[in-house]
């Protein structure tokens, strides 16, 4: 806590991290900040509720349904919601405060996993087989494999290393799957039209927010919570 006083004060800080560095520096009175905290977990609790009864609902449309896309989708729904709460403190504060490695590299395993399920779901939604799509299919096979191997990096490698590699395939993967839904709505397949409307907002968000963490584009509040689209 930094007292008030009358006179002009320099304060020094220094930071250090392996990864993305954002520093957006902010003073705010104990009780402002203390009831901007409260409003803002509150808010998050809502949002991490919505993504926890959908992964609900999903799943149970998989075990009626047995289609396998719907657990695709739930696989994605979990390992996003567990991405979010561990960039946002809460896996840490309430699952993992005595395994400070989940809490960095917690966020290169379910960024991996995550664009993985996620993947895999756009692909078989937008029926990229390799009878009718062999050039696309084999992207979507590299993309895959691209996952997979940063999955197992996060376990061996450094945790600012692991994170770049994975939020630059992360984009290229978010690129390949608005590229696929457009051809294939240009083909005349009425689903892909549908897939652009749901994720669309959701892919340039995170491609967004991801292209912040890497200072290709400049810190900004909208980027931040672009995640949350």
């Not at 895999?120 to 494999?145: A, H, Q, W």
């Not at 690129?175 to 457009?182: D, E, M, P, R």
Request: proline letters at 3%; a positive charge.
């Amino acid at each position: 806590e930094i007292k008030p006083t009358k006179k002009r004060e320099t304060i020094y800080i220094k930071i250090k991290t392996d990864g993305p560095l954002e520093v957006p520096i902010k003073i705010y009175k104990t009780q402002y900040f203390s009831d901007y905290k409260s409003s803002l977990n509150y808010g998050m609790g809502l949002y991490f509720g919505c993504l926890l009864a959908m992964v609900l609902y999903n799943l149970i449309l998989f075990l009626s349904t047995k289609q396998i896309n719907y657990l695709y989708y739930v696989l994605f729904l979990f390992s996003f919601t567990f991405f979010l709460s561990t960039l946002e403190g809460y896996s840490f504060k309430f699952l993992f405060k005595n395994y400070p490695w989940f809490n960095n590299n917690g966020l290169a395993l379910s960024i991996n996993t995550s664009a993985l399920f996620f993947l895999i779901f756009g692909k078989n939604y937008l029926s990229i087989t390799e009878k009718d799509f062999p050039k696309l299919n084999r992207v979507f096979g590299l993309l895959i494999k691209g996952f997979i191997l940063g999955f197992i990096l996060s376990f061996i490698l450094s945790y600012s290393i692991v994170l770049r590699f994975s939020f630059i395939i992360v984009i290229i993967g978010l690129s390949i799957l608005i590229f696929a839904g457009y051809h294939r709505f240009k083909k005349g397949y009425k689903p892909a039209k549908y897939f652009l409307f749901a994720f669309s907002l959701f892919i340039l968000g995170t491609s967004l927010r991801l292209l912040s963490a890497l200072n290709i584009l400049s810190a900004n509040p909208i980027y931040k919570y672009s995640f949350h689209i």
